[in-house]
């Protein structure tokens, strides 16, 4: 029995990859599996068939569906052969990989990790760069997070060595101090399968919002966004904010052009995107207030920073 499920689930992986639902990738470390434009299509019309069917979608008396699911094609292999379709979503479901930096947060990072498989929605790895000088790293890998020591300084450097240590098919970064909730997830992973290249929380959006932003940051924050927006045709409305999340194609594109080892790496990442032509999507997000410890954003100098960054990025043409 288990060499046949062996098979079938090979028999799967050879017709994924022969229909262009994914590509291979040669890269330094190794061959790796990149789901194409058609897979996410696939995975996306799937779960919106199964959903329908769930819900109590049936066949009529002359043994026709309702009409908005006669106009999927994919419903007559999902009806023919279920079992079959199925093994192949199993094949194809994306995994996600959350990456932590983190900086002496103790009394957070449990919370935080306990929360995120229970709504990553597809297989998940978390990933924690860590540069504390207490026990956070012990926390993170008793919540079954692999911990990597961090190389340098900063936040930006913590995420440049992510973006390099990870290879799941959807990167999501967020902070470890609590501030970002796992619950909004979803949000993040659902414009990435509808075809997002990035996905960009915003406190400013219906539905988003702050406990932690003081006036002179809101302050701030809307003058660089202002910025950015009339240099680049931009149309974000949150930019000093790092729940964000990325196709794993799109963050190959912007990891060579990420340069910056601190707060204003978030800013760079937006500048990027959209010089980059990658499809950018906000979704709400409501920020929390800080449960423990301060913070580590110094406003004076990561304000320096981040205007430093988007003036480099003004008269660079690369």
């Known amino acids: 029995m288990e060499q046949v499920v062996k098979e079938d689930v090979n028999e799967a992986a050879t ?8 590509r291979k990738v040669v890269t330094p470390n ?5 789901i194409t434009d058609a897979g ?40 023919s052969d279920p079992a079959r379709l199925d093994l192949q979503y199993e094949v194809m479901r994306p995994e996600i990989g959350v990456v932590v930096p983190t900086l002496n947060e103790v009394n957070t990072i449990g919370n935080v990790l306990r929360e995120i498989p229970k709504h990553a929605q597809y297989p998940s790895k978390v990933l924690v760069i860590d540069a504390s000088d207490d026990e956070t790293s012990l926390v993170a890998k008793k919540y079954g997070a692999k911990v990597l020591r961090q190389r340098g300084q900063g936040k ?29 997830l979803p949000r993040f992973v659902k414009a990435i399968v509808s075809g997002a290249d990035m996905a960009k929380g915003s406190r400013f959006l219906k539905n988003g919002g702050s406990h932690d932003l003081s006036f002179t940051r809101k302050v701030g924050n809307l003058l660089f966004v202002t910025l ?52 950018v999507v906000e979704v709400p997000s409501v920020e929390l207030k800080r449960s423990h410890g301060e913070s580590k954003l110094s406003g004076m100098r990561a304000s320096l920073q981040i205007l430093q960054v988007i003036l480099h990025e003004f008269v660079s043409r690369a």
Not at 15 to 22: K, P
Not at 157 to 183: N, P, Y
Not at 262 to 268: A, L, M, R, Y
Request: charged share 25%.
């Open 156 to 184: 930006g450097a913590a995420l440049r060595q992510a973006f390099c240590a990870l290879d799941s098919d959807i990167v999501i970064m967020m902070d470890g101090d609590g501030c970002m909730q796992a619950q909004e």
């Open 40 to 79: 996410w299509q696939f995975v996306r019309e799937y779960e919106e068939i199964t959903a329908e069917l769930r819900g109590g979608a049936s066949t009529t008396g002359s043994g026709l569906l309702s009409v908005s699911l006669q106009q999927r094609p994919e419903l007559i292999e999902l009806l």
């Open 30 to 34: 190794g061959i790796r599996y990149e």
């Open 15 to 22: 017709r994924v990859l022969t229909r262009g639902l994914v």
């Open 228 to 279: 950015v927006n009339l240099a680049w045709s931009g149309k974000y409305t949150d930019l000093c904010y790092g729940f964000l999340a990325f196709r794993r194609e799109a963050l190959e594109k912007l990891k060579p052009y990420l340069k910056s080892n601190h707060f204003q790496i978030e800013t760079e990442i937006c500048i990027r995107a959209n010089k980059l032509g990658l499809k």
